[in-house]
């Protein structure tokens, strides 16, 4: 089953930018890429998708190069709140999210 | 807040038992997936529903089933209960069967088997 591969951890200071990047090699002509955020004992929350390029939010930056095989998701100014775990998502059949174990951002003072 | 509600929040079984976890949509969305999310990993899907009909399941066995009613309110159902089932069960509603759009996420029903 084709994944998404992505750093298990990752420290910031607050007021830093942060980039994860995710790798999604078998990801399809179709597939839209997703990044959420999870807090513990919490549902994920969606933060944001793109297809290619460029996609920015109130909360996120979301690049895709030209090849889709990969992403980076770009946090900035990060907060002592920010402090979670950052999933990356392509479904690869449709219908069907691989989650993965994300990628566990803490954000120190 | 998402606007999708999950009951019970916490339940305790022992193995061997049957469990209903209960979801209901956001207003308006059709479409309803489950996931097992245990503790220190990412949440694995089970299915998806849309308009009542499995249309999506990831590699769970068939003790795992579920139903989405018309009001697109949805149950996971799990037989034979297993200490490995202990989890975090999450529901989330979409708009799509197909999805390229966002999911949202319930708070989850978590699941101790002794």
């Known amino acids: 089953l084709a994944k998404t591969t992505q750093p298990i951890s990752m420290d910031s200071y607050e007021g830093q930018e942060v980039n994860i990047t995710c790798s999604h090699n078998?990801?399809?002509?179709?597939?839209?890429i997703t990044w959420y955020q999870q807090f513990p004992s919490q549902g994920p929350r969606f933060i944001i998708q793109g297809y290619k390029t460029k996609v920015t939010n109130e909360v996120a930056s979301l690049f895709i190069p030209a090849d889709r095989k990969s992403s980076t998701l770009s946090l900035p100014r990060v907060s002592l709140s920010d402090t979670a775990v950052y999933y990356c998502?392509?479904?690869?059949?449709?219908?069907?999210?691989?989650f993965g174990t994300g990628t566990s951002l803490t954000v120190i003072p | 807040e998402t606007g999708v509600t999950q009951s019970p929040t916490h339940l305790i079984k022992t193995r061997g038992q049957q469990v209903t976890l209960r979801c209901s949509s956001q207003s308006g969305h059709n479409t309803v997936s489950w996931y097992q999310q245990a503790l220190g990993q990412g949440p694995q899907f089970i299915f998806q529903?849309?308009?009542?009909?499995?249309?999506g399941r990831g590699n769970f066995p068939p003790r795992f089933s579920g139903l989405q009613f018309p009001n697109y309110s949805s149950e996971l159902n799990v037989n034979a209960l297993e200490l490995d089932d202990s989890a975090l069960y999450l529901c989330?509603?979409?708009?799509?069967?197909?999805?390229?759009?966002?999911?949202?996420f319930g708070e989850g029903s978590r699941l101790t088997v002794l």
């Open positions: 998502l392509a479904p690869f059949t449709g219908n069907q999210f691989y």
């Open positions: 989330a509603s979409s708009l799509a069967a197909v999805v390229s759009g966002e999911l949202f």
């Open positions: 078998n990801i399809a002509t179709n597939d839209y």
């Open positions: 529903y849309y308009r009542e009909e499995e249309n």
